[in-house]
């Protein structure tokens, strides 16, 4: 029982999904569903917060050399929190003020860190070893000059005037051929084929066959 | 070691400082390069500037501070250009990160061209992305029964007459993430709204699919993206600042490339020699 119930609440929910888009009479029961869908979503984010404080309470309490930014997660979630439920979370508020000056800087300047560490991969991976490789590499040296204005901005300087005359803006040309042809060719693919993987996994999620959304895969 | 050998195995410190000077350096003296304009993002300007007076346009604001430097200067350039052409716009985000970005950028866009509830109204986050793009189509109320700070949306003058993607011209996506897909599929098809995004530069390829059959009716992709939409708007904001940086330091990764692949040809063929 405690195998087959969640196995035949899933296949009746599948089913009535599938079939309720035709059948207009359902429409109603579909929005009630909808709204189940979001409010079983909300505790998710419960789950999410509890499972969290689990685990950094856990490193606290066995003393993991890590245990100093578990504490700092305690006390900025504590302060965000309490900010936000006593003075509301608008700009203008102290968790405005907070977001605005410790969050954007923080995650700015760890997204910012990609510049550095992309460049420095870019030099020691980026060989022209094979073909394929040198395939990639060139596309990738056309569309990283011709997406930004140098690409133009070389191309009109350098280049003699009758060729910039033919072709003023050719870099850019190529480079928007690249992505609307042989890139997005190769992403439509790639589409497709998750496309179809995931309404073959639904449908045998849907007749249990695929049961590992009931834990560890048994 | 020879030369070459010693090039291959350079200290990473100083390709860091080098990408540092080739972004701070252009941001403190700006070169001034010209912006072309691209067909995908033109499309969405175009669109936005014929829409009449009045008509609706829904702003999703799906992005973090993380993607803030791309995202934020075209989220500020589309809603000024809404705001000036009177274009009714109602923000909301499904990134729970991007809730006080959300309302930031909606004031800044305002100052001295649009009123809060009158011009536009923010309704803030809303949880589980896809579920709620589809109960916008039966009823956005179902949605957001208040705004960010929790008027309710009965009593915004704005959201007269809004009910669903039927009342609306157009959804703007501006999103760090995969929500534009969800866009797409959810509102888009079903409801045959318009949609029209603004991604990161890294996801803005992904999207090309969608753009060519039509789903979409424009992409404004990256910090260049901004930078063209600024320039459609006439005013020249951070992203045109960027622009320079961005075009320097992707000049400085391609001749380290080449720098790169130089040293490991000329290694290569000594090492063959030797053998």
């Given amino acids: 029982m405690k195998l087959r119930l969640p196995l035949l609440l899933c296949f009746l929910c599948g089913i009535f999904m599938i079939f309720q888009f035709f059948i207009p009479p359902f429409t109603s029961v579909y929005d009630k569903l909808l709204n189940w869908v979001m409010i079983i979503s909300i505790p998710a984010l419960v789950l999410g917060v509890s499972s969290l404080i689990k685990l950094h309470y856990t490193r606290i309490v066995r003393k993991t050399p890590n245990m100093p930014y578990s504490i700092v997660v305690f006390v900025a979630m504590i302060v965000m929190a309490s900010i936000g439920l006593i003075g509301g979370t608008g700009v203008g508020t102290w968790f405005g003020w907070l977001f605005i000056n410790v969050q954007i800087p923080m995650q700015a300047t760890m997204f910012s860190l990609l510049a550095f560490y992309v460049a420095s991969a870019a030099y020691r991976a980026f060989r022209a070893r094979t073909l394929e490789a040198t395939l990639m590499l060139v596309t990738a040296v056309i569309v990283m000059l011709a997406r930004v204005p140098i690409g133009d901005f070389l191309w009109q300087h350098i280049m003699p005037d009758s060729v910039v005359q033919w072709r003023a803006n050719l870099p850019e040309d190529v480079a928007g051929w690249i992505l609307n042809v042989p890139s997005m060719a190769a992403r439509r693919g790639i589409i497709l084929g998750i496309s179809l993987g995931a309404i073959a996994t639904s449908v045998k999620i849907i007749l249990g066959i695929e049961r590992s959304y009931m834990g560890a895969g048994e | ?275």
Avoid: C
């Fill in chain 2, 1 to 275: 070691m020879s030369f070459w050998e010693k090039i291959g195995s350079f200290d990473r410190r100083y390709i860091f400082l080098l990408i540092a000077l080739t972004v701070i350096i252009p941001l403190l003296l700006p070169i001034g390069m010209s912006i072309t304009i691209t067909n995908e993002v033109k499309s969405v300007y175009d669109y936005i500037d014929a829409l009449p007076p009045g008509s609706a346009i829904l702003v999703s604001m799906d992005f973090d501070p993380a993607s803030l430097a791309e995202l934020y200067p075209m989220t500020l350039a589309v809603l000024k250009h809404a705001y000036t052409k009177k274009v009714r716009v109602v923000g909301m985000t499904l990134w729970i990160t991007g809730a006080s970005l959300g309302d930031m950028v909606m004031k800044e866009a305002a100052e001295g061209i649009a009123e809060v509830d009158k011009d536009y109204t923010y309704l803030g986050f809303v949880p589980s992305g896809a579920v709620a793009i589809m109960r916008i189509g039966q009823d956005i109320s179902s949605v957001f029964n208040v705004d960010y700070n929790g008027k309710p949306i009965s009593e915004i003058p704005v959201m007269k007459g809004i009910k669903n993607y039927k009342d609306i011209s157009l959804v703007v996506d501006l999103a760090a993430g995969s929500t534009p897909e969800a866009w797409i599929i959810y509102a888009g098809t079903p409801h045959r709204v318009p949609i029209a995004i603004g991604v990161t530069a890294v996801s803005a390829v992904g999207y090309y699919p969608f753009l060519n059959a039509k789903q979409l009716i424009g992409l404004i992709g990256g910090m260049k993206g901004a930078a063209e939409y600024e320039k459609l708007i006439q005013t020249s904001g951070a992203a045109s600042l960027g622009m320079d940086s961005q075009s320097v330091a992707h000049t400085a990764i391609i001749l380290l490339i080449i720098i790169a692949n130089a040293s490991y040809f000329v290694v290569r063929r000594k090492k063959t020699a030797e053998s």
